[in-house]
């Protein structure tokens, strides 16, 4: 799943270690005559993925991570759990399989969903970050699975 030499680039599917990431929480929200919404920041440092892909990073004022979360036992037990572990596209093409490492401590996923921008000043501190690398087959799985969540053919990678 994960490479023994990463590249010394940022990759679509890098782990990224201890990020500070802000994300805005609704708070309260009201429709009456005048739409009225208040968020809470949520600061704090995550272990994330890189979900852009590799050719937008520096290109664009933002790229996207997303927080990677630990396997909960109400995930084990739903019917995409196995396709899951098992990176098939089916039930579960909104999220992706991370398994146990050194760096990843416990089996975890990531919700292609809860996309967060970082800044492209930030492009240097994600990659002294980086913690992991995946294959050149699990990330063309993982950037079908991409793909298939934003409704949009992936691009082919060729590096």
Known sequence: M????????????????GLLICRAKLESYQKVDAPMVAFKPDIEFADVVLISQCCDIGKRPYFFVAPLEKINPHIRTQSYYGDLVAHVSGKAFNLFYYSQTKFVEEESYIDFSKAIPVEKNRVAECLSRKAHELTIPVRDVFR???????GRAPEEDTQ
């Open 144 to 150: 079908k699975n991409l793909a298939l969540n934003f």
């Open 2 to 17: 994960y490479t023994d030499t990463p590249s010394k680039s940022l990759r679509q599917g890098d782990v990224i270690k």
